[in-house]
């Protein structure tokens, strides 16, 4: 009975729409004036009884627009919008297939002219700013920022929730031109409901003061600003969620939001023990360990958008807690602060197998380690906006960090040789306890002159750190073969790091021409500090007690980084090509003074030039290209420079190399990206190439015996990284109601190392490809088809007869399904299957994933009863395997295992009509 009332809701749905018919429009648009053709003007269809948005599209560089779709309405209404020009209106007869509206001429608007009429147009192109208008575009009735952001054309989010604008990044998301909980894209786009939003403005990345300067943007990150409809900036909205499941798994969050007009203050709150940001509010696809923006540490901890949030691999329980507040103070003065707290609480346990190839021989390693781990942490976060006047900007952000963290952890180690013969093995057992304080704080004063472009910016930077930790080791090293040895440490070594840096710049920027063409003069002056002391002591036996002093395994030193760097920089803005060209020159001193080891006190200084510039054209504001050049010099870290012997590890010992050279590398970046409005189209492609020389690269030479390693630092010469990117989409709307989204992409990377091997000197190289293609199909309230599918290339080959040239072949695919029917229920389902022939034998070689969740909105769709079901087939797994140029190693660890979970949540909302659009203005003229 189910199944025949599932097939007839399909029906109906179905039936609803066959009476519609196709229809195409076309024509072209002039300036009335000087009959120039209108590129970038936003052409629409409206539906006549209700304004709902039918179709629209862009003019080409010829004026020349396409309006494909269907419909079963009689009449439409035409519209013709574009930036300082009057709004074309006109209302069409659709009885025919084919029709030509032929030419249409615009005229300059005025504003004396104004008649308000119901309409808006969905997307406006300004000079440098891409704005989307939300009322014209469906989503589901409780969508969020981010369901909102996926049907916008030219938008692109992963599934690991990274947002793509026509192939560029976006790094910040701004409500209301401020941050939101420190810029954490997924925070916003995950708790931030469409209902509220008016306006989606896409722009260049840019700092308070470039904008406040006039200065071009990051043409390689964009910003995405979050305008809040008038109505709904007053009152309270917020989510809150908790559930339960089997294994005791669990999760709770909760977010309340208070607006009045310019100020806003929101609340957040959550926890679980799933490997989750707990601000996930039952999501399916961020509670599997998906969030947005992820990093992992080794310690067990993961950061989302820079925040910390305990985590990792293993298994963690986490409980976070924040406030955000944002105000304006009088005229002149933006105010905005966060504090943010993060617990988590992890246990992991791994194992792995190391082949290490060596130029006539090789040995192999099995570990198998356990740690445990505990992570607290506060964060605060506050930011100033002054404008004193219309040419004068002052911005003050400070910054606190505290944490304090405790990790248990121990390991067995065996290593063998080339005839499986144990040569040496290695117990480690370690508790340590850390004590992290942080404190920065950045000042920039802008100052404009005039208005063809000139200011004068002042920046000064601070940085203090200060570190503690107390580290209780017990190991046993065995060393077997002739010359037979056994080291054993019972040893306590207490830790201070006090690290502070200051740097300033000042930058005059001078016009050549007005507002196009600027010469800026800039100087940088930074100097970094760093005390780094280790008193390790050995244990007593007859006193009980860590009191015999360890000057071997000690270390108490301070260095210092001072640059000087004058540059100058030639830059030019124009409407289709913009670039800037700097050259500076690194006057650096790099000096360290060690106080048990007065003999390893090294200074030197580096002089380089030093180049980064710049090309963008754009062909029109579909297409644009972009050109990078950087030249850069590194210098060796101050760890690679000091001559003395570091046997804190007694199976490798580390030695410095006070003659290394800093690193000179050249970077080369080309990109195109592309999206034709009319056609659905997007291109994307990128290429990249470094070429570095005097590199530094370790040197490990290994003792044939005992397999003992000493590890030293040399310059090479000839390393190189090359990469080719390239990805197609395509849209196909089938009916007002069901399109497919096509994607094609591959990437491919070439990369060189020169490399030592018992000192015979060698070239690897690694070739690697990876194309990759999805197609999804969309029902719009009905179902969601996404199959994908993934197939990496790798191929390593070496120019020494010791190593053997690899290939490796990995397959990834998948399909996420959504259903929307009967009404008020949503089921979805992520299947991932994952083949990698290439792992050894005793390590998982293939994997099904599936997860799936049936949800069902109660309370008028303010309410959600979920069961999740995680790791469905319960084969879940971790297990991989790395290749470099000498070793190839597969490792697995603890995964969470499968688990089902019931939760419940529900949103509350106060702000304006609750989400009802209103009807918004756009101004026509007679």
Request: charged share 25%; net charge negative; with cysteine.
């Amino acid at each position: 009975m189910r199944k025949l009332f599932f097939f007839a809701a399909l029906l109906c749905v179905s039936f609803s729409f066959s009476q519609s018919k196709d229809f195409k429009v076309t024509g072209k648009l002039v300036d009335a004036e000087d009959q120039y053709p209108m590129e970038a003007a936003t052409v629409f269809l409206q539906r006549v009884k209700d304004s709902a948005l039918v179709t629209y599209t862009i003019s080409d560089k010829d004026g020349l627009f396409s309006l494909e779709n269907s419909t079963s309405d009689e009449y439409l209404n035409f519209y013709v919008s574009y930036v300082g020009f009057k709004t074309y209106h006109k209302k069409i007869k659709m009885d025919k297939d084919v029709q030509d509206i032929g030419i249409i001429p615009l005229e300059m608007s005025n504003a004396l002219d104004e008649v308000v009429l119901k309409s808006t147009a969905p997307v406006t192109i300004k000079k440098d700013t891409l704005e989307f208008n939300v009322s014209s575009f469906k989503t589901k009735k409780d969508a969020n920022v981010e369901d909102l952001l996926k049907e916008l054309p030219g938008v692109e989010i992963d599934e690991e929730g990274k947002i793509k604008v026509n192939g560029k990044e976006v790094n910040k998301i701004l409500v209301n031109g401020k941050p939101f909980f420190g810029n954490d894209p997924s925070i916003t786009t995950k708790n931030l409901t469409k209902d509220i939003i008016e306006k989606i403005q896409i722009v260049d990345t840019k700092t308070k003061a470039e904008a406040f300067s006039g200065e071009a943007g990051d043409k390689e990150n964009k910003t995405i600003n979050l305008t809040i409809k008038e109505e709904n900036n007053k009152g309270v909205f917020g989510r809150v969620s908790a559930g339960g499941g089997t294994d005791e798994r669990y999760e709770f969050a909760g977010m309340l939001n208070y607006f009045d007009n310019d100020q806003r203050v929101s609340v957040l709150a959550g926890g679980n023990n799933t490997n989750s940001p707990g601000f996930s509010f039952g999501e399916i696809s961020k509670m599997f360990g998906r969030g947005g923006s992820t990093s992992w540490s080794s310690n067990g901890s993961f950061s989302i958008g820079g925040r910390s949030f305990g985590g990792g691999v293993g298994i963690t329980t986490s409980q976070n807690a924040g406030v955000n507040y944002a105000d304006k103070i009088g005229e002149k003065t933006e105010a905005s602060g966060d504090y943010f707290f993060s617990s988590s609480s992890s246990e992991n346990e791994s194992s792995s197998q190391r082949e290490t190839i060596l130029s006539d021989s090789r040995f192999f390693n099995n570990t198998n380690s356990k740690s445990e781990n505990d992570t607290d942490s506060h964060t605060a976060n506050l930011e100033f906006e002054i404008e004193t006047d219309s040419t004068f900007q002052i911005n003050i952000a400070p910054s606190f960090n505290y944490s304090k963290s405790r990790t248990l952890y121990s390991s067995n180690d065996e290593t063998l040789d080339e005839d499986r013969v144990l040569t040496n093995q290695s117990t480690v057992n370690s508790n340590v306890e850390s004590f992290g304080k942080d404190f920065s704080n950045e000042l920039s004063l802008t100052k404009r002159f005039g208005s063809k472009g000139s200011f004068l910016r002042f920046e000064l930077e601070n940085r203090i750190n200060e570190t503690e930790n107390d580290d209780f080791i017990n190991s046993n090293t065995e060393v077997f073969g002739t010359d037979p040895e056994t080291i054993n440490r019972n040893q306590f070594t207490d830790g201070e790091k006090n690290s502070n840096g200051i740097s300033a710049e000042l930058t005059y920027r001078l016009p050549l021409v007005a507002k196009k063409l600027f010469l800026n003069f800039e100087y940088q002056y930074a100097r970094d500090k760093d005390e780094n002391r280790e008193s390790t002591f050995d244990f007593n036996e007859v006193l009980q007690d860590y009191a015999d002093f360890n000057t071997e395994l000690s270390t108490d030193f301070e260095y210092v980084d001072s640059r000087s760097i004058p540059g100058v920089a030639l830059s030019y803005r124009g409407e289709k090509l913009s670039g800037r060209f700097n050259i500076s020159y690194n006057m650096r001193t790099l000096k360290n003074n060690d106080l048990l080891r007065p003999q390893f006190n090294v200074e030197r200084d580096f002089n380089n030039a030093e180049i980064n510039s710049y090309l963008n054209y754009r062909f029109s504001p579909k297409a644009s290209i972009y050109a990078n050049y950087r030249l850069s010099n590194n210098p060796p870290a101050l760890r690679q420079l000091q001559a003395f012997t570091d046997v804190s590890n007694p199976l490798n010992t580390v030695v410095g190399n006070p003659n290394l050279e800093p690193e000179k590398s050249h970077r080369v970046y080309i990109g195109y990206n592309g999206f034709d409005w009319q056609k659905k189209t997007g291109l994307y492609l990128n290429a990249n190439a470094e070429i570095s020389n005097n590199q530094v690269i370790s040197k490990t030479t290994v003792d044939p015996e005992t397999l003992k390693r000493v590890t030293t630092y040399e310059n090479v010469d000839g390393n190189y990284n090359m990469g080719i990117y390239g990805r197609y989409s395509k849209d196909f709307k089938l009916d007002s109601i069901r399109k497919i989204k096509f994607r094609l992409g591959a990437w491919t990377n070439f990369t060189k190392n020169v490399n030592f091997n018992n000192d015979v000197q060698y070239d690897s190289k690694v070739n690697s490809l990876t194309p990759n293609i999805g197609v999804d199909f969309i029902w719009d309230k009905v179902l969601e088809f996404k199959p994908y599918y993934r197939i990496t290339y790798t191929k390593n080959t070496y120019d020494i007869e010791a190593f053997e040239d690899r290939n490796f072949t990995s397959h990834d695919a998948g399909v996420r399904t959504a259903t929307f029917l009967p009404k008020n229920f949503e089921w979805r389902n992520d299947v991932s299957f994952n083949y990698n022939p290439n792992i050894a034998d005793g390590f998982q070689k293939t994997a099904w994933f599936w997860n799936s969740t049936l949800a069902y909105s109660v309370l008028k769709d303010q309410g959600a009863l979920t069961l999740k079901v995680y790791d469905l087939l319960n084969q879940n797994t971790n297990a991989r395997r790395i290749a470099t140029q000498d070793y190839i190693q597969d490792s697995q660890s603890t995964v969470l295992q499968q688990y089902f979970m019931l939760s419940f949540s529900w949103k509350f909302n106060s702000l304006g009509s609750k989400g009802e659009s209103k009807d918004n203005d756009i101004y026509f003229f007679d």
